[in-house]
Structures are given as C-alpha cells and as structure tokens.
C-alpha cells in the first residue's frame, strides 16, 4: 500500500512527538512539572509517584542510556523535593515513604533498563 504523500498536521505533529528529540522533551517537561508539583506540596502526599511516569516514557527512547539517566535525575529530584517541600506529616514517616519509593523505583529502573538491553542487543536478561 502506497503512503500518503501528504500528512495531516495532526499526524506529522505526532511523528514528531514520538521521534527520540520528542519524547526526550517531553520527559524533560514532565520531569521539571513533576519536581514542581512535588517541592509545593506538603510532605505526606504522594505527588512523587508521578515521577514513574517520566522513567515509563524514557523505556520508549531509542536511546540505551535514556532510562538510566532519567532514573538518576528523578532521584535527585526526589531528595531535591523532599528537602524543599512543606512540612505535612513528620519527617521520619515522609522519609519512610521516600524510602519505599525511592526501592520500588530503583528495581523498576532496572528491570526497564534489562529489557531495552536485551531489546537492543539481543542478549538475555538473566
């Protein structure tokens, strides 16, 4: 089947979305969205699990060090915003709570990071 030789606006903005510069961007963008949200609330809201999302749209960078690099800037952010948000609850619960999350987004950080390597490379996971 021929291509059409004329693309929408629409869909060649959405090629360009989903291009590596595009959805870099946007993880930038997210990630910067999320950090402020996060240094504004008060500590005990949970307003950093929206940090999984920049690390689920890195998985589908071309890029094998997209997920890597996007999990070191989010844990940075994690401390960053923890140490500049609004008392909430008390700091050892909200530690706790970082703690936990900072666990949970390490391991998936690497189970992500396996499967684009063995996407990439062809080699095993385990």
Same mark, same amino acid.
């Given at each position: 089947?021929?291509?059409?030789?004329?693309?929408?606006? +629409?869909?060649?903005?959405?090629?360009?979305?989903?291009?590596?510069?595009? +959805?870099?961007?946007?993880?930038?963008?997210? &990630? +910067?969205?999320? =950090?402020?949200?996060?240094?504004?609330?008060?500590?005990? #809201?949970?307003?950093? &699990?929206?940090y999984?999302?920049?690390?689920?749209?890195? =998985?589908?960078?071309?890029?094998? =060090?997209?997920? @890597?690099?996007?999990?070191?800037?989010?844990?940075?952010?994690?401390? $960053?915003?923890?140490?500049?948000?609004?008392? $909430?609850? @008390?700091?050892?619960?909200? +530690?706790?709570?970082?703690?936990?999350?900072?666990?949970?987004?390490?391991?998936?950080?690497i189970?992500?990071?396996?499967?684009?390597? #063995? #996407?990439?490379? $062809?080699?095993?996971?385990?």
């Open positions: 089947m021929a291509r059409r030789r004329h693309q929408t606006k +629409i869909s060649g903005i959405l090629d360009s979305l989903a291009s590596d510069l595009g +959805i870099a961007i946007i993880v930038a963008l997210v &990630l +910067i969205g999320v =950090y402020l949200l996060d240094s504004i609330t008060p500590l005990g #809201q949970p307003v950093w &699990l929206l999984f999302i920049p690390l689920i749209l890195a =998985y589908w960078s071309e890029r094998y =060090y997209a997920v @890597p690099a996007v999990s070191i800037v989010t844990l940075l952010f994690l401390v $960053g915003g923890f140490l500049v948000s609004p008392q $909430g609850i @008390p700091v050892a619960n909200a +530690i706790l709570n970082r703690m936990m999350f900072f666990l949970a987004f390490i391991s998936l950080s189970i992500l990071w396996a499967i684009r390597r #063995q #996407q990439i490379t $062809g080699s095993r996971i385990f």
